[in-house]
């Protein structure tokens, strides 16, 4: 029956057999909320602040970021809020930033390292959110976009708490950052895999080059690998790894994360259902083994293909 209920599209994020992913809610703004069932979601995974940032030629003070905060917060009652900072760069160019033109804006300076010359955008950015958190009974987690190295997931975890935000995490967008996730998770509480930059860098294809879909396909083994690895590190340190990139929407994709390891998916409200159903009809172990036959693979259409008949 409980199966049943499942998979009619209703309840938390379960396989089969019961095991638990979280399923929760990309966001850009409080408005993408408007007429959502919030019923047996586990939160916002990725609530991106560029909203706030677009078209103006100062960035928002204090104030003003506190109120959108703590209006998009106000929706929620209970679960967790993950908020990214401020991603700004190659393909969310802002013109406030006054960032000199780069011959290669996606290697350049985007992301956390915007910080670097500017600390003080991120500052008031997580002032803003420490305030709104403090007015919303749900449980509100911060996380850096575009984070390389170790040390500067410790530096951004390290001003978070500063502001008093208990629960600082990094998006692993960077290969380099997935190698060493292991690491990573000593300094901060959890991670979040955004497979769309993630696939861009460990492919080396434009994400914004319509072309390169084939090599930008979330189902690529290397990027399933290191998805996989992330997973790991998180289940050996008992700290959440997830995933928050148009991966994560793929109800094929869903058990094969889930069997990797994976213990959240977040996604755009309308991909919910599907991902809900398809996890409702593997069990864990179907999972792990759906998992095992991508990471088999040499291509993405040869892992998809794997993994469908074996459904
Ligand atoms: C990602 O890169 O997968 C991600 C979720 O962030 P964005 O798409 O905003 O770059
Ligand atoms: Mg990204």
């Known amino acids: 029956a ?52 677009l078209d103006r030629h100062d960035a928002p003070d204090l104030e003003e970021q506190v109120a959108a905060y703590t209006e998009a917060f106000a929706l929620f009652e209970r679960g967790t809020i993950v908020v990214r900072t401020l991603d700004a760069g190659a393909d969310k160019p802002l013109p406030f930033l006054g960032l000199p033109d780069e011959p290669n804006p996606a290697l350049g300076v985007r992301g956390l390292r915007v910080a670097r010359d500017r600390p003080e955008i991120l500052a008031t950015q997580l002032e803003a959110i420490a305030i709104a958190a403090e007015r919303t009974p749900a449980d509100v987690w911060v996380m850096a976009p575009m984070v390389s190295t170790r040390a500067e997931a410790g530096e951004f975890a390290a001003r978070a708490r500063d502001h008093g935000l208990a629960t600082a995490g990094v998006m692993i967008e960077v290969p380099a950052a997935a190698l060493r996730a292991a690491r990573f998770l000593n300094v901060v509480d959890f991670l979040s895999i955004g497979t769309n930059d993630l696939s861009q860098y460990t492919l080396a294809a434009d994400r914004q ?27 050996a340190s008992g700290r959440s790894v997830g995933v928050c990139g148009e991966a994560a929407a793929d109800p094929l994709l869903a058990p094969v994360l889930a069997g ?44 998809r293909a794997a993994v469908l008949t074996t459904t």
């Open 209 to 235: 080059a319509g072309g390169l879909a084939d090599l930008l396909d979330p189902w690529q083994p290397a990027l399933l690998d290191l998805i996989g690895r992330c997973a790991a590190a998180g289940k």
């Open 2 to 53: 409980e199966r049943a209920r499942l998979a009619g599209g209703k309840g938390p994020g379960r396989t089969a057999d019961g095991h638990p992913v979280d399923l929760m809610l990309n966001i850009g703004s409080a408005a993408d909320l408007a007429g959502v069932d919030l019923t047996d979601v586990a939160g916002v995974g990725l609530f991106r602040t560029e909203f706030l940032f």
């Open 260 to 303: 990797l390891g994976i213990t959240k998916l977040s996604m755009s409200p309308r991909a919910l259902p599907a991902v809900r159903a398809s996890l409702a009809e593997h069990t864990l172990a179907d999972c792990e083994r759906l998992a095992a036959r991508a990471l088999e693979t040499d291509d993405a259409a040869e892992a």
